[in-house]
């Protein structure tokens, strides 16, 4: 009997091994990431003038439909990666807010005019003070915003449209706003 | 032949010397950079402790004093300024709360969530202490063989055969 034990518990441990690297594998129960303290309130305000023409990019003016907020850097490889994946969820009627972090202004135009601009406004970030406001520890991360003002989704790292079909698609095809 | 045996002692000598320094150094290395004034010394005191005592998001294993990522420099410079205009202790703890979690907190508090982290190690100290403690009753009691009247006297006969 005693054998038998030893033997389900064994098996019982390598079950829970294979769901854990299996979930691991999806990006889940990464040591670094961070669980976030927005799901589920109001995203916090912007404030900063526009990267491209100056103007106050702010939280309040985005009430009434979904978005992306975007956090990025030219210094970020991760962020040219998924650079081409926006530019596509651009086209299908995505609005995205990006936000320009701890980046020189120069080089960040630069990189939109070489690659496409796939925002529809740039809050400008220099020294961290909206990326603080928005717990945002790393680049890229990606908010998304509901009509309410409401954050539903983050995400630490990369959009892939495999991530974006895990955890951002349902919420818009439950409005119909994008389907890709 | 010596010569090369004398350099090797002298070498290994440095090395050790070195080592040495290492370690007595990176007890004492933190990367406060900034120089900042301080209004007056309750203020320093305050600003040091913070920086002590919140985490760096990036180099997850360093306090924000001791780390040189940029969002570490930017959140020293943050806890200056909210201490700048009068924010205390736990204002500014809890503003890094609300967006970083209680994970910005070297020292989490006790709660629900943090309750495993707090007490986990207790646990695993007691169930392993049971685990002991039943596997050494066994054994004193796998030492004490009773052997009854019948079982002897059949161990009795054993012997007398050979």
Known sequence: MARYGVLIGFFVLMTVFAVVLNRMNEGEYNPKSIPSEFIGKPAPEINVPDLLNGKLVTSADMKGQMWLFNVWGTWCPECWREHKFLLQLQQAGVTIIGLNWRDDKAEAMAMLTRMGNPFAKIGYDPDSSVAMDWGVYGAPETFLVNAEGIILVKHAGGITPAVWEQKFASHFQAKNEAQL | ?162
């Open chain 2, 1 to 162: 032949m010596i010569q090369t045996k004398w350099m090797k002692q002298f070498l290994s000598l440095i090395y050790a010397v070195m080592i040495a320094g290492f370690c007595l150094l990176s007890t004492s290395v933190s990367a406060k950079v900034e120089t900042r004034a301080f209004a007056n010394e309750q203020m320093e005191s305050d600003y040091n402790q913070l920086i002590a005592e919140l985490r760096c998001l990036v180099c997850q294993n360093q306090n924000l004093a001791d780390s040189n990522a940029e969002l570490a420099q930017d959140m020293r410079t943050k806890v200056y300024k909210m201490l700048g205009q009068g924010s205390n202790k736990e204002e500014i703890v809890d503003y890094m709360v609300q967006r970083y979690g209680d994970f910005v907190m070297y020292r989490p508090p006790v709660k629900s969530t943090t309750f495993f982290l707090w007490f986990g190690p207790l646990v695993f100290f007691v169930v392993a202490g049971l685990i002991v403690f039943s596997y050494l009753r066994k054994q004193k009691a796998a030492d004490q063989v009773s052997v009854d009247q019948q079982q002897q006297k059949k161990a009795h006969s054993l012997l007398d055969d050979e």
